[in-house]
């Protein structure tokens, strides 16, 4: 009888008791439970999907415009030498041609000052300005696209945040289910399209400026090669 009373005290003493158990299960269950990246964007809902379009029209335009303004920018260090040297020497036509088979906007505006050499100094820079526009124009298009993505992507963001919190609270109002779990689960899964929307929005807008001051440097490139070109204009010939 001794040995068997010995036994029970062991058996209730090394036992878990139900609640430790049930304590221990939801904690593991907590451990496993992680938030995917996946799985959100999948709960953000229909909005998701057109902020995933511009996200793509984003990078796209990112991408396509940064090429085409580095290309735009790069210019042989020996270009405005060999155009000075061709000038000087009263070789126009070499001049000429190594402009015309040199792309660059900078070539192309130099370019338009050769071909008006004779006239009015102020006639070639007007004709050199009215050229630079023109290849500023060209870097500057589709440039707008960032633009516009900046500033609609957090406007759709905040669109599908309104829309899941209405649907959410007329859940509420319908199922009468006002605990904390659900309430706080139905918020931060409809904010996930406002911070898709910002994190777009930011992506975009730093793109824009970022190009932007690609195009501003290229620009004063531009104008150093003008006014090097009008110097060499003025200066005697050979």
Do not use: W
């Not at 799985?39 to 999907?49: N, Q, S």
């Not at 396509?64 to 260090?77: F, V």
């Not at 040297?85 to 040199?102: M, Y």
């Not at 929005?201 to 824009?208: E, K, P, Q, R």
Request: no cysteine; net charge neutral.
């Amino acid at each position: 009888m001794l040995l068997g009373l010995v036994t029970l005290l062991q058996d209730s003493l090394l036992s878990p008791k139900p609640d430790t158990v049930a304590a221990g299960t939801e904690a593991v269950a907590a451990a496993d439970q992680h938030i995917r990246l996946l799985d959100l964007l999948v709960k953000g809902g229909v909005l998701m999907i057109p902020l995933g379009i511009l996200s793509v029209i984003a990078v796209f335009s990112f991408v396509e415009r940064y090429l085409t303004i580095s290309k735009a920018g790069k210019l042989e260090d020996n270009f405005m030498p060999m155009i000075r040297d061709h000038i000087s020497n009263g070789n126009i036509q070499a001049a000429r041609s190594l402009s015309k088979n040199t792309n660059s906007p900078i070539a192309r505006m130099i370019d338009k000052g050769i071909q008006r050499i004779g006239k009015p100094i102020e006639s070639i820079e007007k004709s050199m300005e009215n050229v630079g526009k023109l290849e500023i124009y060209k870097m500057e298009k589709n440039l707008v696209i960032l633009s516009i993505i900046s500033g609609i992507a957090p406007m759709f963001g905040f669109l599908g945040t309104i829309a899941g919190m209405i649907q959410t609270f007329f859940n509420i109002s319908i199922t009468s289910d006002i605990t904390l779990g659900t309430i706080a689960g139905g918020i931060y899964v409809k904010m996930i399209t406002s911070a898709t929307g910002l994190i777009i929005g930011l992506v975009a807008y730093i793109g824009y400026s970022f190009l932007n001051a690609q195009i501003d440097k290229t620009i004063n490139k531009m104008e150093a090669a003008s006014a090097e070109f009008i110097d060499i204009l003025q200066e005697p010939t050979r």
